[in-house]
């Protein structure tokens, strides 16, 4: 731009014929940016241009509030997050680390309480401390109600003390003789058939 007649630092080529005030205006904004940069002021975004962006010198670019945007390689809030990560956030906001500690046991079960007691022996619920199972036989309900302080043991090392408390041990449920639609509604049993 130099090369040519007229033309000056900042000021079109063809804008040879403009007002002379115009000049004087640029002088001074160029001097108020000055100015403004020697105070530690950063620019803000232009109009037409989508905030946070990064501005001409490569910085970040004050929002609104100045606070400047977040840029860089690293990963923050507005990034895609692992399921992983949102599964773990959503269950600290939940509170539902007990409950979810239980069930990672549960689905270990043969590991924590040996191959041999899972074999005859199986979680069924879990509510307020209280771990509920239920055994296959009355032998076996009688065995593992001997061995809940070991069960329960167990289980406080793999999930930490006071999540569960208790253990229930109910036998295999009794047999039924109500079957089809028209079943005495009194649960009538068999009375005098084992007498």
Do not use: F, K
């Amino acid at each position: 731009m130099a090369d040519r007649p007229g033309a000056e630092r900042g000021r079109p080529a063809g804008a040879q014929g403009a007002e002379p005030g115009s000049d004087a205006a640029r002088v001074a904004l160029n001097r108020a940016r000055a100015a403004a940069l020697a105070r530690g002021a950063r620019p803000a975004a232009r109009p037409g241009r989508a905030q946070g962006g990064a501005g001409a010198g490569g910085g970040a670019v004050a929002r609104r509030g100045g606070a400047p945007a977040a840029s860089g390689a690293g990963p923050d809030a507005r990034d895609p997050q692992t399921v992983s990560g949102s599964i773990d956030r959503l269950v600290a906001e939940r509170g539902w680390q007990a409950p979810v500690a239980v069930g990672g046991v549960i689905g270990r079960w043969d590991q924590v309480v040996g191959a041999d007691v899972a074999a005859h022996c199986t979680p069924e619920t879990y509510a307020d401390g209280v771990l509920t199972v239920r055994a296959d036989s009355t032998a076996w309900a009688t065995q593992v109600r001997l061995l809940a302080p070991a069960v329960l043991r167990r289980l406080g090392e793999e999930l930490g003390e006071g999540v569960v408390d208790r253990l229930v041990v109910r036998g295999p449920a009794a047999p039924t003789w109500r079957s089809g639609p028209r079943s005495a509604a009194d649960g009538r049993g068999p009375r005098d058939t084992y007498g």
